[in-house]
C-alpha cells in the first residue's frame, strides 16, 4: 500500500463533502422554495389562499388528506382558462387566417360558403352559416393532411399571426397568473394537463412552450387518424371526421380515456368545463375546482352569463351552491399578459 | 455576539456535511448504479449489448445520437411482449372466465352461442364462432357496465384466477426480463408506455404494479364511452362499440392519439406490431426496435410463423432485413418468470 497523507486525505474529503452539499443544496433548493411565494401575479385574495391551502391539504406528509404524488393530477380547460378567447377561440381565428392562407388553391372557396364569407369578411354571412359552417371551416382546414403538415400550419400562424384588436401574438396571450399556477402545482409534485374543447393536434405545438405542457399531456377534441404510406413514407393522416368532441359531459369521456384516472384539481371557465368539474369533484378526500370569472373589460374581456363565446352560467350557479373557487380576474390578478407593467 | 467555540463548529459542520453527502448518495446511488447491471436476467448475448449499448447513445451528454430526456418515448406491446399469450390471449381467459362467473344472471346465455360453448367447453363450436363470436364475447363481459365496476371485475379476475396450464396468476406470467428492461429505461429518463391491441381498461387496474405503468401510459383498444348518472352519481359508461382497434396500423394511430410524439425505441413479438416498429424507426436520429421470440418451449412456449396467436413471420423478415433486435427468449433470458428459480 503506498503512503497516504493523512492530512492531505482529510483535506480532499471535507473538500468532496463540501462539493457533495452544495449539490445536494442545488438540487434541493427550487422544490424548497415553491412555498406559494411564486404565485406573484395573484393578489393576497381568497383564490390564492384557497389554492394555496388546498396544495398544502394534500402534500404536505401526514396530512388527513394528504395525496400521492403520482395521483395529483391537475386538468385545465384552454380557451379563457389559459390564454384568451375574444372575439372568438383563437383556433376559429386560425381557421379563417388558414382559409385566407390556402385561397389561392383553392378558386372554388370564392363561391362557396361558409369560405365565400371569411374572404369577403362578411360576418353577417358567416354567422349565418351557424355551427355546419363552423365545422366545415374547422375540417376543410385541420383535415386531410398529415399530423406533421398540420403542425407546420400550426407552428407558422403561431409565429406570424396576430390577434385584431390587441396585436398581440396569440401566444403572447397567455395569463401569467395561471402559468405561474402551472410551475407551482408541478413544483408540488402535480402533473398537469390541458382538457380542451379545442383540437388536440392544434394545441400540441405550443403548448411546451407556452405552458410547460408536453404533447402527451393536452387532451382536446380530435379527428379520427389513419396510418397511410404517402410518398413512399409513413404518416398520421387527419380525416374529416370527428372522433371525440372533448367539450361538456365529452370532457369526464375524454380524460377517461387519455388520463385512465380522476383529476383531483380542475380549471375552467365556462359551462363547457361544468361537467369536468363536477366529475373531478365527485371523486373521495379532498378536490378543487376553479373558474376563471372574466371581470376586467379594461386589460381583458367582461363577460359571462350573455356571451355567446364562453358563457359561464350554469357552471357559475354550481361553483356558488358548491363553493368552488371563482377567480375575480381584475380584483385577484396583478398582471394578465407577460407584456403588461404590472 | 455569543462566544463560539471554533472546534465544535468545525466538527459539527463536517458532521453536516457528511450527513449531506449521505442523503447525496442515497438519492443518487439508484440512478448512478443503473448502467445495464441491472439486466440481470438477460445474458450477455447481443440483446442485452444492442440496448445498452442504445440507451448509452442516446442519453450520453455530447453523444452524436443524445436524445432530451422529455423525447426518450419507448412503446411496448404486452401480449407477448411483457407477459405471456398462450394458450390464447390472456383477455380472451378473462372473458371465457366472467361468462362463466356471470352466467348466473344470464339464462340465456345456456342456449345462445357463442356463450353456450364457452359453457359446455365446445372449443370447436367456439373456434366455429370465428371473429364475430369473438367479439360478442368480449363486448358482453367489457361493456355496459362503468369503468369503476369494470374495473373491479378485472381485478378480482387477476386475484383470483387461474392459468389452465401453469396454475400461475396471470399477472406473475410477466417476463422478468422485460420487467428489468422497463426499469432500466426509466432509470435512464424513458417515459415507458403500453400500445397494447388489448383493451385499455382491461390493462390499466394491474400494469402499475406488475411494470411500474399508470393509466395515463397505457394505450390499447378502447370502447366508446359516455358520462351517465347512474344512481345519482356521475360515471363513465362504458357502451358496446368499438372506438379504436389498436392493432397493425391502429397502433401508431393510438400512439399518436394519447402520446402526440413519435417513440425513440419499441419492442413487440409479432406482426400486430410491424407498423409501431416501423413508424418508430422510420422517425429522424437513432432508434430502436426489439422484437421478442418466442424460442422456448421448456420455460415458455415456442412459436412463430404459424401459430394462430402472436403470428411471428412479417415481422420478423422485417427485423432481419432491417437489422432490428430479435430476443431469442431460450438463448438470452437466464429466467423467464420471477417464480422461477433462475
Known sequence: MRHIDERGLMQRWIAWTWLCAVFLLA????????????????????????????????????????????????????DGTLWSEQPMYFEVLFAMDEVRAQAPSHPEWKTTQPFKAVLEKDNAALAKSGHQGLMTLIAATHTDMTVDQFAQRV???TQTARHPT??????????????ELLDYLRANGFKTYIVSGGETEFMRPWTQAAYGIPPEQVVGTSFVAELQTVDGELQ???????????????????????IGRRPILAFGNSDGDLQMLEWTTAGPGKRFAGLVHHTDARREWAYDRQSSVGRLDKALDAARAQGW???DMEKEWKQIYQSEKP
Chains 1, 2 share one sequence.
Open 27 to 78: 438540487g434541493c433548493a427550487a422544490p424548497q422554495s415553491r412555498t406559494g411565494a411564486d404565485l406573484a401575479s395573484w393578489n393576497d385574495g381568497p383564490s390564492r389562499a384557497a389554492i394555496v391551502d388546498f396544495v398544502k391539504a394534500v402534500t404536505q406528509p401526514g396530512s388527513p388528506d394528504f395525496v400521492p404524488a403520482d395521483e395529483r393530477i391537475a386538468v385545465f380547460d384552454n
Open 155 to 157: 407552428n407558422r400562424w
Open 166 to 179: 390587441t396585436g398581440m401574438a396569440y401566444t403572447s396571450m397567455t395569463y401569467l397568473p395561471m402559468r
Open 236 to 258: 398520421i393522416m387527419r380525416l374529416p371526421k370527428i372522433d371525440l368532441v372533448d367539450d361538456g359531459p365529452g370532457k369526464p369521456v375524454g380524460i377517461q380515456r387519455q
Open 325 to 327: 373557487t371563482v377567480v
